[in-house]
Nanobody, 115 residues
Framework: QVQLVESGGGLVQPGGSLRLSCAGSRISFDTYQLGWYRQAPGKQRELVATISSGGSRNYKDSVKGRFTISRDNAQNSVYLEMNSLKPEDTAVYYC?????????WGKGTLVTVSS
């Protein structure tokens, strides 16, 4: 079955950077909208960033100018470059692929921003 596997999470100090990656298997990313979502402890899952099949990007207001989403269809991958990280960015980050009525999720990778 389709699998999305995230990697790149970890512990980072405030102001630091991380790059998240998500690799898809048994799926071709070409036609899918790809996205990153996050869920902090005790909170609902929220959208962080999306990138359409045509390359249009959309960001949560609080990450604009700090995070960059990109995709590589040849590698069936989507990335999230995160800079100037803040403690409030701490969450489990999930990769998503959406097209028509097909909606796939990874299992998440934990990002902890703390000194």
């Amino acid at each position: 079955q389709v699998q999305l596997v995230e990697s790149g999470g970890g512990l980072v100090q405030p102001g630091g950077s991380l790059r998240l990656s998500c690799a898809g298997s048994r799926i071709s990313f070409d036609t899918y909208q790809l996205g990153w979502y996050r869920q902090a402890p005790g909170k609902q899952r929220e959208l962080v960033a999306t990138i359409s099949s045509g390359g249009s990007r959309n960001y949560k207001d609080s990450v604009k100018g700090r995070f960059t989403i990109s995709r590589d269809n040849a590698q069936n991958s989507v990335y999230l470059e995160m800079n100037s990280l803040k403690p409030e960015d701490t969450a489990v980050y999930y990769c998503n692929a959406y097209w028509a009525n097909l909606d796939y999720w990874g299992k998440g990778t934990l990002v902890t921003v703390s000194s």
